[in-house]
């Protein structure tokens, strides 16, 4: 058996399994962000008449994949498997979602690296011929995240400038076996990352965590495929934030690679810095998978992007081990994706 | 993948500071300065209210106290202190209205986990160092001082 691989860390996927259709769901907060546009829904609070935080992020997933079954026009059983994965502790938004939809589930936990963890791991399912449809999902909450990761929400205390807002949302995309057609959006080529840690300890800080983890599997990717960073359109990192990004380009920059205006930062691009209370931008397994869902599939269905490297990034950080003293290690999962403008080829 | 060699984080992290913003430390004293003066003026206000209204100068410096911690409590229930500590930082954290928005916001907070697992327990998470301690050394300070009798 011919092995699908490329290089240390990446796996070819021959049939190129297709994005068939996403869905975005978001926040108040998100829903006045410059991609608002992009959104399937905007919630108009975060706790959307449940009785918990917690309650309303498993919600929020549900509502995502509603949508995105009633935009692909199908049935839960028509659904092989569904993968998915959140912020909380024992990943209990997606668990409980999972509990109220009939297809079979895989939680995952990637930290905000989620997204393209799912949709890499959706994708590989497809191509093996496991599933004829796979739901990749992923979300966070701002008010769950805060009260499990850091003080009660009504608490007054100072933020410095280096954190991020974490996503009030959640994306779905669904994922459907390819069938060699160059128009539509699909999945060619997936990375999975390593664990890297320079030692970062700010848990304010976590885009210095990450982007050690963002430059390592972009590089990585770009040799195991024999690549340039001008072979793609956008190659965008989860949610390294302003300063996370700016460290993630000298990172990359050292090592050789030198990406000028084709490297972006989902968590850039979700909020107006200026006129929103968001510091160095977005978070949360829900910054990339709405960015992505939203935002990035319009555009690669409308052929105004052509190839994208989604690099969903992660801090596996714990509030415990933090406290004992240890580190804060980061990851990133990369999904490179063609839509029509890409043409055929790759 | 092992942690990188204590070099190369060395110099990771050092440019990782080196590229980080410095906190407007000097906006943030001129806010605390502002709102921590601005909070003590009141209670200022409200104990001469209280000795005006008859009561000791020891039972009013209790009866003030005791006012800011209610209004504190009530700016915490209505989502206002947070948006006050936001902006003045230590200045809203110090006076004793800091201290009770860090015990009302966790008890508002946890009390979905229920009476006594969530508020009984929790209650304290963000104010228990300070009173563990707080007691500590009052109890040091005491026994030196019977000692030196």
Redesign the interface.
């Known amino acids: 058996m011919t092995l699908k691989r490329m290089g240390r860390q990446t796996l070819y996927l021959p049939t190129a399994p297709i994005i068939y259709q996403a869905a975005a769901v978001v926040g108040p907060v998100e829903g006045k962000g410059p991609l608002k546009d992009h959104y399937d829904e905007i919630l108009p609070d975060a706790l959307i008449g449940q009785?918990?935080w917690e309650k309303a992020e498993s919600a929020i997933i549900k509502r995502a994949v509603q949508i995105v079954l009633q935009k692909a026009g199908l049935e839960q059983k028509d659904v092989s498997f569904l993968l998915a994965g959140d912020l909380l502790n024992q990943i209990a938004a997606s668990n409980f979602a999972a509990r109220d939809i009939n297809i079979p589930y895989i939680g995952l936990y990637g930290a905000c690296s989620t997204m393209a963890q799912a949709m890499a791991v959706a994708a590989v399912f497809v191509d093996g011929g496991y599933a004829q449809c796979a739901l990749a999902a992923a979300s966070s909450h701002f008010d769950s995240a805060e009260?499990q990761y850091r003080?009660?929400?009504?608490?007054?205390?100072?933020?410095?400038?280096?954190t991020q807002r974490t996503v009030t949302g959640a994306g779905a995309v669904l994922l459907t076996g390819g069938s060699g057609d160059i128009s539509a959006v699909r999945v060619t080529h997936v990375t999975f990352g390593?664990?890297?840690?320079?030692?970062?300890k700010d848990p304010n800080?976590m885009g210095?965590a990450m982007a050690?983890a963002a430059a390592?599997t972009i590089s990585q990717h770009l040799s195991d495929t024999g690549q340039e960073p001008s072979d793609y359109d956008l190659i965008i990192t989860g949610d390294l934030g302003v300063?996370g990004l700016?460290?993630c380009k000298?990172l990359l920059l050292d090592s050789g690679l030198e990406l000028a205006d084709n490297l972006d930062d989902c968590g850039i691009r979700i909020y107006d810095r200026n006129a929103q209370?968001v510091h160095a931008g977005g978070s949360g397994c829900a910054c990339s998978a709405v960015t992505f869902a939203g935002q990035l599939m319009h555009e690669l269905t409308a052929g105004r992007l052509g190839r994208l490297l989604l690099v969903s990034t992660g801090a596996l950080f714990s509030p415990t081990t933090q406290q004992q003293g240890e580190?804060i290690p980061g990851i990133a999962h990369a999904v490179a994706i063609q839509g029509p403008a890409a043409g055929g080829g790759g | 993948m092992p942690k990188a060699p204590q070099a190369v984080q060395q110099s990771y992290q050092q440019m990782s500071t080196r590229m980080a913003p410095r906190k407007p430390i000097l906006r943030n004293m001129v806010a605390a300065f502002v709102t921590g003066g601005i909070i003590c003026s009141v209670g200022q206000v409200i104990l001469n209210y209280w000795i005006a209204a008859g009561q000791t100068t020891k039972d009013a410096i209790g009866l003030a106290s005791g006012t800011l911690v209610v209004m504190s409590a009530l700016l915490t229930g209505f989502g206002v202190y947070d948006l006050i500590g936001r902006f003045g930082g230590m200045g809203s954290a110090l006076p004793i209205t800091g201290f009770a928005n860090s015990i009302v916001s966790p008890a508002m907070e946890y009390r979905r986990e229920g009476m006594v697992l969530g508020i009984g327990v929790r209650m304290f998470t963000v104010a228990g160092p300070v009173i563990v301690f707080g007691l500590a050394t009052s109890f040091l300070v005491v026994l030196v001082q019977q000692l030196l009798r």
């Open positions: 009785k918990s009260r003080y009660p929400l009504e608490f007054g205390c100072q933020r410095p400038p280096t390593m664990v890297m840690d320079l030692g970062m800080h210095a050690p390592h300063y700016e460290l000298k209370d580190s």
